[in-house]
């Protein structure tokens, strides 16, 4: 008789084990760690403490996101090397170097403007190659070694290490950025990157070796880049998952920028109570993280697939719920915008436990160009999503009020929720067509 422990662990099997598991999710903490510092922190230091134009932190980081058009590339070098623990640690090596790089472009701009933003152009492109790098590898190093059984709480448990790392790094770098000098700001960004570095070098150390993952030499006589991308697109599967995470992705951010301004010009919610609100979604997105990740893994509870599609459609019912909200006293907002973040986490941890079993399928040594794909399309789609959800709501508000403009881009957003879900029950698994392999997916 099976224990709930071992029911929620699993028992010893092949492929990477758990603490093995929290060493990747280590270096994905690492990877958030740094990154908020460049999406939040110099933001808010460029916008508020420079007084410069919000367009200009809006420009870098959209930057940021068109670099990850590269991932492919950096996937595709790790396939190709032989061994991905050098892509990770070069990856980080080079996103800690620009993040201190761009924070030291902000002690140029008052001074000389036009210098700290070349200087800050450099180092956000380079934040992007490194993110991209160091991400990819680190996808495509999960997916060749943890065992499909576990790729639903292995996904929940890195992703919820990334968030805890963007939350910690938030909360303790603003305690020791105040009061603000250029100096202190250089000095902060400085440690949390050493810091980084250190500690996701230390965790991904050997983990190859200790999981038998892919073969340590290069691979001889490898074909060229873009003839390996061609044979992956032209994989069913791997291009309607490409496909799929685009346009989840893009609907899953299109409210990053409006919901906040919605609850303040809709509902006359104060700073505080607005930000709470976004508070309100994250503690739900990590409760559907929680969901899936004990629900496929521990408890047997459905397939990646039905989660994946249930979260999808629960996204869109639960945007129809926040844009009726206004005439509907009945349905709390914040109970709608909590229930938005469970659908979120639930679909996206389920697609990317998806997105490591179907690295895994087609010609070997192209997982991480696979997740290189998948990568781009997942960060281009978080910034047209955001940028669009914005825009659609300036011209939607320029010809109607508030409470309708707003609820037009929920919709529409809850429309491509449901677009994805349809997407997502067309992508299949060569690995189901086994009875074996069926009974792990849960399908």
């Known amino acids: 008789m099976r224990t709930p422990g071992a029911m929620l662990f699993g028992a010893p099997e092949a492929g990477l084990g758990w603490l093995g598991i929290f060493r990747l999710g280590a270096v994905q903490l690492s990877l958030g760690a ?141 305690k020791f950025l105040d009061p603000f000098t250029p100096l202190r700001l250089l000095t902060v960004v400085s440690v949390v990157a050493a810091l980084a570095l250190t500690l996701a070098t230390v965790a991904v150390l050997g983990i190859e070796k200790q999981a038998a993952a892919a073969p340590a030499e290069p691979e001889p006589n490898a074909p060229a880049f873009f003839k390996v991308l061609r044979e992956v697109w032209a994989e069913a599967p791997a291009r309607r998952f490409t496909i799929f995470v685009f346009v989840s992705m893009f609907a899953y951010n299109v409210q990053e920028l409006i919901l906040e301004p919605y609850a303040g010009h809709v509902f006359g919610y104060s700073l505080g109570e607005s930000t709470s ?81 179907l690295a895994s399928e087609g010609a070997a040594r192209r997982e991480g160009t696979r997740m290189g794909f998948w990568g781009a399309a997942q960060a281009v789609g978080f910034g047209l999503g955001a940028a669009g959800g914005a825009l659609a709501a300036d011209l939607m508000r320029a010809v109607m009020e508030d409470a309708p403009a707003y609820g037009a881009v929920f919709l529409a957003e809850g429309l491509l929720f449901v677009v994805a879900a349809a997407m997502a029950l067309r992508i299949t698994s060569p690995q189901a067509a086994s009875p074996a392999a069926a009974a792990i997916a849960g399908e």
Not at 65 to 77: D, E, F, H, K
Not at 90 to 116: K, N
Not at 282 to 295: E, S, T, Y
Not at 321 to 347: D, M, R
């Open 34 to 174: 740094i990154v908020v510092l460049a999406t939040s922190t110099l933001n808010r230091v460029m916008v508020v403490e420079l007084a410069l134009p919000a367009m200009l932190p809006g420009l870098l980081l959209g930057l940021h996101y068109a670099v990850q058009l590269s991932r492919p590339r950096w996937g595709y070098g790790s396939d190709a090397g032989g061994s991905r623990t050098t892509w990770i640690i070069g990856g980080m090596a080079v996103l800690a170097l620009s993040i201190i790089g761009a924070a030291a472009s902000t002690w140029l701009m008052p001074s000389s403007l036009w210098l700290g933003v070349g200087a800050a152009l450099l180092a956000y492109f380079m934040i992007g190659v490194g993110v991209g790098a160091a991400g990819t590898s680190t996808l495509a190093l999960m997916a060749t070694t943890v065992a499909p059984r576990r790729r639903p709480a292995a996904a929940t448990i890195v992703w919820l290490m990334m968030i805890f790392g963007i939350a910690f790094t938030a909360v303790m770098a603003g």
């Open 277 to 357: 609100l976004a508070g309100t979604q994250h503690q739900g997105v990590f409760a559907g993280m929680l969901l899936v990740g004990i629900g496929a893994s521990g408890l047997r509870i459905g397939s990646l697939k039905f989660w994946t599609v249930a979260g999808c459609l629960a996204s869109a019912a639960s945007l129809a719920a926040i844009a009726a909200a206004p005439s509907t006293p009945a349905i709390p907002l914040p109970g709608a915008v909590f229930a938005l973040g469970l659908s979120n986490g639930a679909f996206s941890v389920a697609a990317i436990a998806s997105m490591m079993g």
